[in-house]
């Protein structure tokens, strides 16, 4: 494991590491997604994501750059109900909704209190709801909203990694047992959780990145997650380029993202996805890499193994 010592990962540095925000408009999302993804009694259905426009997240985690969609200050109570409006009446039909908010859902200053009723009412027809939340917001509040929405709530939350040493440096100000109380109160409440795994943050070699995704997978499945999405780490924050500039932090190859994800399926014990964006980063080789795209996006979308990629980049 590579010693990082200078600079010290802190908020004030990864903050000073930025540079501007995009331009976003409180009144819209900032994009909106439509996907296929397994559910869990393992048809394969669409799945629409709203990116939610609203304050930044209070937490500055080293590896994130969602920040960079984000206003400075809170959003006037209404816009959030009137960004997903304008946003179903873009989307196709679909049965399951991701609300996500560059941040936690139950974050009162990204998300108006006095919007959830609104919000509740607009996305009651759905079979699924699935939001995003740090452990620090997960308390009644969830099942307040719960009880408003027809749905089945789901709450995504970022587990990162179970190297205890590595979460500190991420500065993510979570504890693991703190993951696990959350996933446990909503468990208790009918709330499924998935869990967002990082695939070798800063600071690990390639082989530790593996091992440590690996051992996270373990736990949030044990801990009674029920879908664990593995995020290949990339740069493109500001703090993240530094430390690859420095030799602190180089990104996973797709080969390892391919093992990672077999070692999820083969556990049978939820279900495990790939993040597929851009995983043209990954790779160094143009033989193969639409191959292991579409063998990653098959082995999302069936959670079985499907048969291995040979290439000469192998042995590399
Ligand atoms: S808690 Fe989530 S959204 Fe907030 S800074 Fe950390 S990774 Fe980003
Ligand atoms: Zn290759």
Redesign the pocket.
């Known amino acids: 494991m590579n010693d990082f010592k200078d600079p010290e990962v802190n908020d004030k540095w990864i903050v000073s590491c930025r540079g501007e925000k995009n331009s976003v408009d409180p009144q819209n999302p900032y994009a909106l997604l439509v996907e296929k993804e397994r559910t869990s009694s393992g048809t394969i259905e669409d799945v629409a994501t709203i990116f939610l426009t609203n304050r930044e997240?209070?937490?500055?985690?080293l590896?994130?750059d969602?920040?960079k969609n984000t206003t400075d200050k809170s959003v006037p109570a209404g816009s959030i109900p009137n960004q997903i409006e304008w946003a179903l009446n873009h989307l196709p039909e679909v049965k399951h909704l991701k609300l996500y908010n560059?941040?936690?859902f139950f974050d009162k200053n990204a998300i108006p209190e006095k919007d959830y009723q609104k919000i509740a009412s607009l996305i009651s027809n759905f079979e699924t709801v699935i939001v995003?939340s740090?452990p620090g917001f997960i308390n009644e509040d969830c099942l307040r909203f719960r009880d408003m929405i027809e749905s089945d709530l789901q709450i995504a939350i970022?587990l990162e990694t179970v190297n205890t040493e590595i979460l500190m440096k991420l500065n993510?100000r979570m504890t693991l047992e703190g993951f696990a109380r959350s996933v446990n109160f909503l468990l208790e409440h009918d709330i499924f959780t998935r869990a967002f795994i990082l695939l070798r943050p800063p600071f690990l070699s390639e082989s530790e990145g593996i091992f440590w995704a690996e051992r996270s997978l373990d736990f949030a499945l044990n801990a009674g997650v029920e879908c664990c999405v593995l995020i290949p780490v990339r740069a493109g924050n500001g703090a993240m380029d530094q430390l690859h500039e420095k030799g602190i932090f180089t990104p996973p190859d797709i080969h390892s993202i391919e093992k990672v994800l077999e070692y999820g399926i083969e556990q049978q014990a939820g279900r495990v996805f790939a993040d597929l964006w851009d995983l043209k980063l990954f790779s160094k080789c143009d033989k193969c890499i639409k191959g292991r795209i579409r063998r990653l996006t098959e082995m999302n979308l069936s959670q079985k193994l499907s048969e291995q990629i040979r290439c000469t980049c192998d042995t590399l």
């Open positions: 997240c209070p937490f500055h985690c590896m994130c969602l920040w560059s941040g936690s995003e740090h970022g993510k």
